[in-house]
């Protein structure tokens, strides 16, 4: 009988494609008391034909390829930047994609019983594209999406796939060979807490405001800054937004200091400089240190306070896509090194956070509610508030060191 993953959990990324692949449909993916999935064999349906154990791209060989140019980016076409975590890269390829005829796929907060749930989606009009824009912070589903692809790919439709790495890794092991009419973009990504914690937030936010969610931005330009994020929600048949800072919703702060990930994200493989995808996408965290010539107050072209785009791309095909489909972009040129500097996980997995071991505990024996008390009772006002004075100094210092204005 296989085994997909020796039931070390570190080594299952709960991307799915075994499933997908089985010709038996004899894998389901089951969740666990943190919500995360894994993989399950029927013993009865499983023929031992062994597709799944070479699908699993985590468990296979990973070599990466290095970038071929690296770029700081910023999308010229305003209102699709407004609706971007950062410097709106990939909505700009996207929507010049889309006027093509292409299709593309990435991750939506799609309704599920009554709240938001995250599942990849296709999008093939600018009209839907804004469901698929922005960062998310969780674990998106893909059930169907690679033989959905797949199936595309055969009619001869021009595809654009954004995930996360291993999602990228998954799905050109579920096709199996190289498709000329197929782009792949992987994101530089910390790690992603599970689908159910996140559902779980969303239903004890509901309760405690007794509102109906209708969309959540965890990065927002329209509630200001870098990171404040905005809520959308419906109470009383009336609709609100509500901007607020990371430290006020809990998730969203613990998604941060890297409490709740995935086990195998802190062993992740594709945490490094080589990449999975034709293209990666990221915030390019620091770029007034490492570039102040690019800086409007430095007579430059980017506005660091709305958000910045890193662009690597990482093989020709990705190159030839940027050329035709990045018009709207405002490109400067950079280097990896630079952008490695402030974006960890290009070197790196990320670190468990000092409180994760009791958050996941609490959450698997009493709930999610439980871990926000425990959140706003421990993670003081005061404490955030020394937080954020400590970046600001470590800001002053870096931009003494390298003679700046931060």
């Known amino acids: ?44 349906k499983c023929i031992d034909c062994g597709l799944c154990i070479k699908t699993c791209a985590y468990q296979n060989e990973f070599e990466g390829m290095s970038s071929l140019q690296v770029f700081a980016a910023v999308n010229g076409e305003q209102n699709l930047f407004n609706l971007s975590a950062s410097g709106g890269a990939f909505s700009a390829i996207a929507a010049s994609f889309i006027r093509s005829g292409g299709l593309v796929y990435g991750c939506a907060l799609t309704k599920k019983e009554n709240s938001l749930y995250p599942r990849h989606i296709k999008v093939d009009n600018l009209d839907d594209l804004y469901r698929i824009q922005g960062s998310k912070y969780v674990q998106s589903d893909m059930e169907n999406i690679y033989l959905e692809i797949y199936k595309e790919l055969l009619k ?48 004890n936010y509901t309760k405690n405001h007794r509102c109906e969610i209708i969309d959540i931005r965890f990065r927002s330009k329209e509630a200001g800054g870098t990171c ?9 048949r009336k609709v609100h937004k509500r901007y607020v800072e990371p430290w006020q919703i809990p998730y969203y702060q613990m998604f941060l200091s890297s409490e709740i ?31 102040p010539e690019y800086m409007i107050e430095n007579n430059g072209s980017f506005d660091g306070s709305r958000g910045i785009s890193a662009v690597l791309v990482n093989t020709e095909k990705g190159n030839n896509f940027i050329q035709e489909y990045g018009q709207q972009l405002v490109l400067e040129k950079s280097e990896i090194e630079k952008v490695a500097k402030f974006n960890k996980q290009l070197s790196g997995p990320s670190k468990k956070g000092k409180n994760r071991e009791y958050i996941l505990n609490t959450y698997a024996q009493s709930g999610y509610a ?22 600001f100094l470590i800001k002053i210092r870096l931009g003494k060191l390298f003679g700046v204005k931060l």
């Open 228 to 236: 404040r994020a905005c809520i959308e929600y419906k109470k009383n």
């Open 156 to 203: 001869g439709e021009k595809v654009l796939f954004s995930g996360t790495p291993c999602q990228v890794a998954a799905l050109k092991k579920f096709i199996r060979k190289e498709y000329s009419n197929l782009v792949t973009v992987d994101l530089i990504c910390h790690g992603v807490p599970s689908r159910k914690m996140f559902c779980d937030f969303l239903d």
């Open 370 to 391: 439980d871990v926000e008390k425990w959140f706003k009772k421990t993670v003081s006002k005061k404490g955030i508030v020394k937080y954020y004075l400590k970046i």
């Open 1 to 44: 009988m296989l085994e997909l993953f020796s039931k070390d959990i570190r080594k299952c990324c709960g991307c799915g494609a075994c499933k997908d692949i089985c010709p038996k449909q004899a894998i389901s993916m089951k969740e666990g008391k943190l919500g995360f999935s894994y993989p399950v064999v029927d013993t009865e």
């Open 261 to 291: 990930y995935r086990e195998s994200c802190y062993e992740c493989k594709y945490a490094r400089a080589e990449r999975e995808g034709d293209i990666t996408l990221g915030d390019y965290w620091g770029i007034e240190v490492v570039h």
